[in-house]
């Protein structure tokens, strides 16, 4: 699709209700994981966006910005580290978009074109450039008219943590030791150009799932419309960023959070910790999620066509009607409902998570008893 294309079509007017502070939070917009509280914080230096990039009205680059050496090394330490996490963890359907689209990968960032030429007649999906989190409905109109915005910078270019910093003392940014950067790198809260497109283009290759992230794009202003979208939101997060698939009786991910994630691969395929109960639109929607830190529950579909079914050709009407604001269910909640496929510990969770020492422990062992 070209620029001209794009600019006739206009975003859609999502209503009063969208301007209701409650209705927008939904989990993945301004005010979701790592929104305007962090999205400056990790731009590479030199990353200047002047009013000629971007196109008037939708939250979109002209085009991808020119990367420095390192942005590109970073992509690689990237790259390698996570293409070993993903045999035997990351599901068919994404280990099939993943091989059409892995030659792209392994010489640093990809051009979206390079993708766009191999992604566009597999699906009719494209990825555009986005230059940070952008609000809801404008997210929606691009999912409903299959664009996926991808976030156009690379973390780890101004590493902020006082272990990276000595490190890197007296370094211009293209010179920075990625090693040293390795504590910002592998854990993001807001999704680059490295979770976007490596997390999530390989599925977007796969029918079923490029028609549910279309339908989930036209669902939003539904959601809307019932003052729904936070338990809305909680779909998508629980399912493309975060969903467990299983197949042939073992347990698989689909989602991009968790594949972009070396850690969060591990922990919600290994770790005693979390629960997994399969996945129903009615359960999920009241069920809270947790932005900073990994899951402390994960919901299992059995196939990304039962996915597409149980959300995308339904009417929530009803369950809009029912549901309460706002979520009813903690992140640990088990309710005598839930089928459980396995009850987690939550050990992880009550020591207090990421950054504590039985939490550093717990995953130390992970790593070890999975190493590649
Ligand atoms: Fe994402």
Redesign the pocket.
């Known amino acids: 699709m070209s620029d001209s294309d794009t600019i006739s079509t206009s975003i859609p007017d999502m209503g009063a209700a969208y301007h209701d502070p409650l209705v927008q939070d939904a989990g993945h917009g301004l005010t979701g994981p790592g929104g305007a509280l962090h999205r400056y914080a990790i731009r590479p230096e030199g990353y200047r966006l002047g009013d000629e990039d971007f196109i008037t009205g939708s939250w979109r680059l002209r085009r991808q910005p020119r990367y420095t050496r390192a942005e590109h090394g970073r992509w690689r330490l990237l790259f390698e580290n996570q293409r070993r996490m993903l045999p035997d963890r990351a599901c068919k359907d994404f280990m099939t978009g993943f091989g059409r689209l892995e030659h792209l990968f392994r010489d640093g960032i990809p051009s979206f074109d390079d993708i766009n030429a191999i992604l566009e007649p597999a699906t009719g999906w494209t990825v555009v450039p986005a230059p940070e989190l952008i609000p809801d409905n404008i997210f929606f109109w691009h999912l409903e008219n299959r664009r996926f915005p991808a976030g156009a910078f690379i973390r780890g270019g101004q590493p902020q943590t006082p272990k990276v910093i000595r490190a890197n003392k007296g370094c211009a940014p293209e010179h920075v030791e990625y090693t040293a950067v390795e504590d910002d790198l592998f854990y993001l809260q807001e999704?680059d150009i490295f979770?976007?497109i490596f997390?999530?283009t390989p599925m977007l290759m796969n029918p079923f799932f490029a028609d549910y992230i279309q339908a989930y794009g036209a669902g939003g202003r539904r959601a809307i419309t019932f003052n729904r979208l936070k338990n809305f939101g909680a779909i998508y997060w629980y399912t493309?960023?975060f969903g467990l698939i299983e197949e042939e009786g073992a347990l698989r991910v689909y989602g991009?959070?968790i594949l972009s994630s070396p850690d969060e691969t591990l922990f919600s395929l290994y770790s005693d910790s979390p629960h997994r109960i399969r996945m129903t639109p009615e359960r999920v929607m009241r069920t809270d999620y947790v932005i900073s830190d990994f899951q402390d529950t994960y919901f299992v579909v059995d196939s990304i066509k039962a996915l597409y079914e149980s959300t995308a050709g339904r009417d929530f009407t009803p369950i809009y009607e029912k549901l309460p604001a706002g979520f009813t269910y903690a992140t640990t909640a088990l309710l005598d409902t839930d089928v459980v496929v396995t009850e987690g510990r939550q050990v992880y969770k009550f020591c207090g998570g990421k950054g504590r020492p039985r939490a550093r422990v717990h995953m130390e062992k992970l790593r070890a008893a999975h190493a590649r």
């Open positions: 999704p979770h976007d997390g999530h493309v960023e991009a959070g």
